[in-house]
């Protein structure tokens, strides 16, 4: 029913710039938290920002001062802006969304995408 798609990702040098979005579709009532997370190969996937529908963020500590999550609740979107790249920000990211598909059943699920890749050469 609901489906998240990443886009955005690619590669890039060191000190460089990627802005990510990730666009909910599909039976969606409310959208309330949503989230990036990220997973380097042989590493578990690690929280990397959440924005709630209320606009309050958080950041984990690595990505503080570079990264910014934003939201457009018009769009079913989240995005990433992602500054300051280092070789350690190598992962796929992916985009979580905490939605309630319809108003009976109050039923709020997480929903994951299939994330995109993103490459910081040094």
């Known amino acids: 029913q609901v489906q998240l798609v990443e886009s955005g990702g690619g590669l890039v040098q060191a000190g460089g710039s990627l802005r990510l979005s990730c666009a909910a579709s599909?039976?969606?009532?409310?959208?309330?938290?949503m989230g990036w997370y990220r997973q380097a190969p042989g590493k578990q996937r690690e929280l990397v920002a959440t924005?709630?529908?209320?606009?309050?963020?958080n950041y984990a500590d690595s990505v503080k001062g570079r990264f910014t999550i934003s939201r457009d609740n018009a769009k079913n979107t989240v995005y990433l802006q992602m500054n300051s790249l280092k070789p350690e920000d190598t992962a796929v990211y992916y985009c979580?969304?905490?939605?309630?598909?319809?108003?009976?059943?109050?039923?709020?699920?997480?929903?994951w995408g299939p994330g995109t890749q993103v490459t910081v050469s040094s």
């Open positions: 924005i709630t529908s209320g606009a309050n963020t």
């Open positions: 599909g039976r969606i009532f409310n959208i309330n938290t």
């Open positions: 979580n969304a905490n939605i309630r598909a319809s108003i009976v059943p109050y039923s709020p699920k997480d929903y």
